[in-house]
């Protein structure tokens, strides 16, 4: 179907065109197990892995874990887009969060405990934050670590991460 001065997709006009000829093959009974099979393939998601990331250590339930997932080192110095960034409600002890359908590949978390939820890591006169953060691999750094130093592989199997909050104040 064409609406009048637009031209048609090739694509969509393919696709079309393969969908009535399987449907119609169905409907007359012909290749029906086939035709199926083939669309069905055709319509599935392609799904990707999960990944649990569980943060421990939260003090309090005021606000919200602020979670940024990354993928590049551009993405770490926030040039580009995270893959995903995502807020949980705080809860006294540990919460998690699962992303779903990532592709396998290197990842690096950075995350902090938003206690009073003004979308910003609190610091006092001295730049020494006033909430809790965190980064994947925990490593000990008064100062945002590189990606390189919080990277981790994510695998074709689901997997899971756990993330100390640190509160210096």
């Not at 090739?10 to 007359?28: E, H, K, T």
């Not at 590049?72 to 960034?85: E, G, I, L, R, T």
């Not at 925990?138 to 100390?164: A, L, Q, W, Y």
Request: proline share 5%.
């Amino acid at each position: 179907m064409l609406t009048e001065g637009l031209a048609p997709q090739p694509l969509l006009v393919l696709s079309s065109m393969i969908s009535s000829r399987v449907v119609s093959a169905v409907r007359n009974g012909r290749m029906a197990g086939i035709a199926g099979a083939a669309l069905a393939a055709l319509c599935a998601p392609v799904l990707g892995v999960e990944l649990t990331v569980h943060v421990d250590a939260v003090r309090n339930a005021n606000g919200t874990v602020r979670i940024e997932l990354d993928d590049s080192q551009q993405a770490w110095d926030d040039k580009v887009k995270p893959v995903a960034s995502v807020e949980v409600k705080a809860r006294v002890g540990l919460v998690s969060y699962t992303f779903r359908d990532l592709a396998p590949g290197a990842y690096a978390i950075v995350l902090y405990h938003d206690e009073n939820d003004n979308h910003e890591l609190d610091t006092n006169f001295f730049g020494i934050p006033k909430e809790g953060f965190g980064f994947s691999n925990n490593p000990k750094s008064m100062r945002k670590p590189g990606f390189e130093d919080c990277k981790f592989e994510v695998t074709g199997e689901d997997s899971s991460v756990t993330i100390h909050l640190n509160y210096l104040l």
